[in-house]
């Protein structure tokens, strides 16, 4: 069944900790994206990547960390510099131009 | 400033009235914009992507319209159902868009269907 992964669904951190994020597609996209959602709010871009091996900071990248070793993986590592990290955090992978596929997302919450 | 603007920022209706969900943008010059349903707590899905030569798109009781001259799009859901209850989200696409992908997403429409 092809789509976007997203793991765990709920997340807890405690203070000073780091957490990864998972998403994993088998859609064969090239792009993948992370976007953070907090109530009210329009989704924000963290990182994006085209290729493998090759990400790009977005609009609020400080705290976080990407990787791309594979083209259907991209996790995202919420450091502790992140200061106000609880949030609900959305991957999404497209095809170049073309409408984006959402993963279901993870919750993450700071205990 | 590249801004995607909706309206209303939430709405109840009955079940199986009609509505309209407004998105208004600045993003210039413009490739395409989408609408995305999000269920509370879920990713959002696609209903529609519509490129500039297009003005209107259906998706079963979901019709999309965009007036590229006026830089307006609406979503009109026909005979609502229960399970329409969620975010509706405008999203519209430029090389010079808001984000670093360039994309600018609206804050989305909250609506609810009461039965």
């Known amino acids: 069944d092809g789509g976007i992964t997203q793991s765990p669904k709920y997340l807890f951190r405690k203070e000073g900790q780091n957490v990864t994020l998972s998403c994993e597609q088998n859609?064969?996209?090239?792009?993948m994206y992370w976007y953070r959602q907090d109530p009210g709010q329009g989704l924000r871009l963290i990182y994006y990547?085209?290729?493998?091996?090759?990400?790009q900071k977005g609009d609020i990248a400080e705290g976080y960390s990407v990787s791309r070793e594979k083209k259907e993986s991209f996790p995202l590592t919420v450091t502790s510099a992140q200061k106000n990290p609880t949030a609900f955090y959305l991957c999404?992978?497209?095809?170049?131009?073309?409408?984006?596929?959402f993963g279901q997302g993870t919750r993450l919450t700071v205990v | 400033k590249n801004q995607v603007e909706q309206s209303p920022q939430s709405l109840i209706i009955l079940e199986g009235k009609n509505c309209t969900l407004q998105?208004?943008?600045?993003?210039?010059?413009?490739?395409?914009l989408r609408w995305y349903k999000q269920d509370t707590g879920r990713g959002p899905v696609s209903l529609t992507i519509?490129?500039?030569?297009?003005n209107t798109k259906s998706n079963g009781r979901y019709t999309a319209t965009l007036d590229a001259d006026t830089k307006q799009s609406s979503l009109h859901i026909t005979a609502s159902q229960l399970s329409d209850s969620a975010s509706y989200i405008c999203?519209?696409?430029?090389?010079?868009?808001?984000?670093?992908?360039?994309?600018?997403f609206g804050k989305g429409t909250h609506l609810i269907i009461q039965p």
């Open positions: 990547s085209q290729i493998v091996n090759d990400f």
């Open positions: 999203v519209v696409s430029g090389p010079s868009g808001g984000g670093a992908d360039g994309l600018t």
């Open positions: 859609l064969n996209h090239d792009a």
């Open positions: 999404a992978s497209s095809k170049t131009n073309t409408e984006a596929f």
């Open positions: 519509m490129t500039f030569s297009e």
């Open positions: 998105c208004n943008y600045t993003v210039s010059p413009f490739s395409n």
